[in-house]
């Protein structure tokens, strides 16, 4: 069974950081690309961050690039989402997801398998 379970979400003030956490079960997270996406109050989702099986970057929004990273450790079957300076727009549910491909998708939404999100809220 494809589980994907988030965690570190939290409330910090405009210009933290957080880390957020995605562990997977049920498949061998080596082969497969890993995405970020989150949805904001009232908006749709968004891709945020992909990574491929060969660790290669996609990022689907601009305005977090120079401030979020992604990287990923196949032996504790965890990838990691870096946010740093993070900014008020920047509050949402934030969601990995695969699709069980080693690429990352041209649309980073569309993908088969979900966590269940974690909460981040950026105060000004």
């Known amino acids: 069974q494809v589980q994907l379970v988030e965690s570190g979400g939290g409330s910090v003030h405009a210009g933290g950081s957080l880390r957020l956490s995605c562990v997977v079960s049920g498949w061998p997270l080596d082969r497969y690309a890993v995405g970020w996406i989150r949805q904001a109050p009232g908006k749709e989702r968004e891709g945020v961050l992909c990574?491929?099986?060969?660790?290669?970057?996609?990022y689907y929004l601009d305005s977090v690039k120079g401030r979020f990273t992604v990287s990923r450790d196949n032996a504790k079957n965890t990838v990691y989402l870096e946010m740093n300076n993070l900014k008020p727009d920047d509050t949402a549910v934030y969601y990995c997801?695969?699709?069980?491909?080693?690429?990352?998708?041209?649309?980073?939404?569309?993908?088969?398998?979900w966590g269940r999100g974690a909460q981040v809220t950026v105060s000004s």
């Open positions: 990574i491929s099986s060969s660790h290669e970057y996609t």
């Open positions: 997801a695969t699709d069980l491909a080693s690429f990352c998708l041209d649309v980073g939404t569309t993908y088969e398998y």
